[in-house]
């Protein structure tokens, strides 16, 4: 994380009229598939009472406006709290005359030369310079702060914007998270009377089905446990996790894995699925949606999502710890009130659970059913 988020340009060097208008054009353009967000200060003679009630002693005024939400907050904003506030951003645009952000954009304009000079400090990072009409070169003064000046690429302000907006979105292609897969195979098996983890469908233990069905799409992929105890029990060809948020389910398990690697995705599936195929896994994978938290299918309870057998963003974790903060540890009610992406399965009964007996009879009837019509009609994917 920066300042603000995981993806976030201070542009910095010209006047900050310049800075506002780039930014309104590369969040234009990247808005309809990135959830983008813009930070600036006001200048001293902006500044004006109070609004609303924050004037009559108000810590925070909360307005819903016909077509976006306001909130004013009087508070001093902490660097936790804005990150928390800006969690949900996949483009964090900065006004970097006034604010900082990890990585920035540098406009070369000569009547800002002596501003720049003053915040040659804050230049950790920059990825890309912008020549204004009336800059031809690199001043010296960056050259000389700057080892690796040369080797950042230079463009146009004015006549390059649609290079400006690629170098953008082009970072946000090469910042996409890396997908690690969770097998959920921690539950104790209550209704079934034994390890629904330990079923052999397809010639193995379903939860090592299960992960070798991840293998194709992820960079790694762990078997969830309860504890140490049950980790032993698995195979040392797989690799495990156990809870580390214990006594929460599949809660637990999907929080343990973000507390274990926080900036990955996870692929999150339950060992009791046994008519997932990886046909649903691939169609899953294909239309994952990292602009918002998660993608999951639709249950067929309701057409709520379902949460065990769904990508997790690591924007997510944020919001699964704010909800389990408010004494909620259901991943399906996270799911329902947030920002995801709803996709058809794309099989009837592909996610039928077997959680008692009677269910993995059904499971076993319907499995005999598909492996004849596969006989009759040819091989296919399992």
Not at 102 to 108: G, L, M, N, S, T
Not at 182 to 190: E, F, I, Q
Not at 242 to 261: C, K, N, V
Not at 354 to 377: D, F, G, M
Request: hydrophobic share 40%.
């Amino acid at each position: 994380m920066g300042n603000f988020g995981r993806n976030e340009w201070a542009i910095l060097g010209g006047p900050c009229t310049v800075i506002k208008f780039l930014a309104d054009q590369v969040i234009t353009a990247l808005s309809h598939r990135y959830q983008c967000a813009y930070a600036d200060t006001s200048h001293n003679d902006d500044m004006v009472g109070l609004p609303g009630k924050l004037a009559s002693g108000a810590a925070l005024e909360y307005t819903d406006q016909l077509n976006h939400a306001q909130l004013n907050y009087k508070l001093a904003l902490t660097p936790f709290k804005q990150r928390e506030m800006f969690s949900g951003m996949d483009l964090v645009l900065v006004n970097g005359n006034h604010q900082q952000a990890k990585a920035q954009v540098v406009i070369i304009d000569s009547n800002k030369r002596a501003s720049l000079q003053r915040r040659i400090r804050e230049l950790t990072n920059v990825e890309l310079f912008l020549l204004a009409d009336n800059a031809v070169d690199i001043p010296d003064f960056i050259q000389e702060a700057l080892p690796n000046w040369q080797e950042i690429p230079v463009l146009q302000l004015n006549d390059d914007t649609l290079q400006i907006i690629n170098f953008f979105k082009t970072r946000l292609e090469q910042a996409k998270p890396i997908l690690n897969g969770l097998v959920l195979a921690g539950g104790k098996s209550a209704r079934m009377g034994f390890d629904k983890g330990t079923v052999n469908w397809y010639g193995k233990e379903q939860r090592y089905h299960m992960a070798d069905l991840l293998k194709r799409h992820c960079d790694g992929v762990y078997i969830s446990c309860r504890d140490v105890k049950q980790q032993q029990e698995i195979s040392a060809d797989y690799l495990s996790l156990p809870d580390t948020f214990t006594g929460l389910g599949p809660y637990g398990a999907i929080l343990s894995a973000f507390r274990e690697q926080p900036d990955s995705a996870w692929l999150v599936i339950a060992c009791d699925l046994p008519l997932v195929d990886a046909q649903v896994v691939q169609h899953l994978v294909d239309n994952r949606n990292t602009a918002t938290i998660a993608t999951a299918y639709k249950s067929d309870y309701k057409d709520f999502p379902e949460p065990l057998i769904t990508i997790y963003e690591p924007k997510s974790y944020p919001v699964l710890l704010q909800y389990l903060a408010q004494g909620y540890s259901c991943p399906r009610k996270v799911l329902i009130n947030s920002d995801i992406t709803l996709l058809q399965a794309p099989q009837p009964n592909a996610l039928a659970n077997v959680n008692t007996p009677e269910e993995l009879e059904r499971i076993k009837r319907i499995l005999h059913q598909k492996i004849a019509t596969t006989n009759a009609s040819g091989p296919v994917t399992i």
